[in-house]
């Protein structure tokens, strides 16, 4: 289940599971009159989750907050189906922080979530990574990606779309980046035409050195994460599972036009020793020098990888699987007799 027309539901229809899309909205901040209309998606959410509730007869929900899961809860705890919640990011927004009081599970992602939720309910499990990421090491992807052993290699990525900010100011100083390191960039498929574009007018001797893609898939992606030195890359959630996964150190660059959950992200792991985080307003000046010093400075870069190393969970995904069994278990064992 998830919104009408989001993004979750074009990744569903890519699995071929069976996808019911939710009416929902949000209703903080907004305007009264678009709160309201908000509010009415809701109630059209709450009715067609629930008729799907008593249609299919779940055993759990699994769900990790947005608007949209907001109705798909309230249905869940009305027909008695234990819920289990997942927050990605550190720090709750309101539909999570509503949810949470239907949950009978919260599972979190770090330590620094507990402070939200009540504590009989929380158990931490790490961020789950794509299980196409097992197995892939360093060396093997660097030659699959067509990269030299002996160079090192900065990874640019922006999520889904990419991110624009980041794609221009990467183009901007693509020369200086490439006399430090061969760089992998995924620019998204929203700005690929003039990235391409870019990449053509570099000297053949630079070229060689850049490899732009639109997009990498599953394994691909695990490739480029595993042969890489360093990162630049916004602060979503998956940040806090994949970077730690690879023991990857990164630059972080908070999307400034949302709420705060990918600052908050980005100074938990710069705290730790795992990022550097620049403001997006200031990646035109200082993101060529950043990327020298720490590729320059291998006695650092050793550090944050080693830094990096401690935080990973490998085992967040069989952990999430086990908490879902066993509220499945709970929730159909038998009542005792007399």
């Not at 909205?25 to 809701?42: D, S, Y």
């Not at 624009?164 to 390191?181: F, H, K, M, P, T």
């Not at 952990?319 to 038998?334: G, V, Y």
């Amino acid at each position: 289940m998830g919104g009408w027309g989001s993004v979750e539901e074009r990744l569903i229809a890519r699995t071929g599971l069976p996808f019911i899309g939710i009416p929902a909205g949000g209703i903080h901040g907004l305007a009264p009159w678009r709160a309201a209309r908000n509010l009415f998606k809701l109630a059209q959410g709450f009715g067609v989750a629930l008729r799907a509730g008593r249609r299919r007869r779940p055993d759990a929900l699994f769900v990790t907050g947005g608007y949209a899961s907001v109705p798909v809860a309230l249905a869940a705890w009305s027909l008695r189906v234990p819920v289990l919640l997942y927050l990605p990011d550190i720090e709750p927004g309101l539909a999570v922080r509503f949810i949470a009081r239907l949950a009978t599970r919260i599972a979190v992602t770090t330590e620094a979530s507990r402070a939200f939720f009540p504590a009989h309910k929380v158990v931490v499990t790490g961020y789950p990574v794509r299980p196409e990421f097992a197995g892939i090491h360093r060396e093997p992807s660097r030659e699959v990606l067509g990269l030299a052993s002996d160079k090192p290699v900065l990874l640019v990525f922006g999520g889904s779309t990419g991110a624009r900010s980041i794609n221009r100011a990467v183009a901007d100083q693509l020369e200086g980046l490439l006399e430090v390191a061969q760089v992998v960039h995924v620019s998204g498929e929203r700005d690929w035409s003039w990235v391409a574009e870019r990449a053509e007018e570099l000297p053949p001797a630079l070229r060689q050195r850049y490899h732009p893609y639109p997009y990498l898939h599953d394994e691909a992606m695990g490739q480029a994460l595993a042969a890489a030195d360093l990162a630049l890359c916004r602060a979503g959630a998956s940040t806090l599972g994949e970077l730690p996964y690879f023991g990857l150190p990164a630059i972080l660059v908070p999307y400034p036009y949302a709420w705060r959950y990918q600052k908050v992200n980005a100074d938990w792991l710069a705290s730790r020793g795992a990022a550097v985080v620049l403001e997006d307003a200031r990646l035109g000046e200082a993101l060529l020098p950043t990327v020298q010093a720490l590729l320059t400075d291998a006695d650092r870069l050793a550090e944050m990888r080693a830094r990096t190393q401690t935080l990973a969970r490998p085992d967040a995904a069989a952990r999430l699987a086990e908490i879902l069994h066993s509220l499945i278990s709970s929730h159909h064992r038998p009542l005792a007799k007399g």
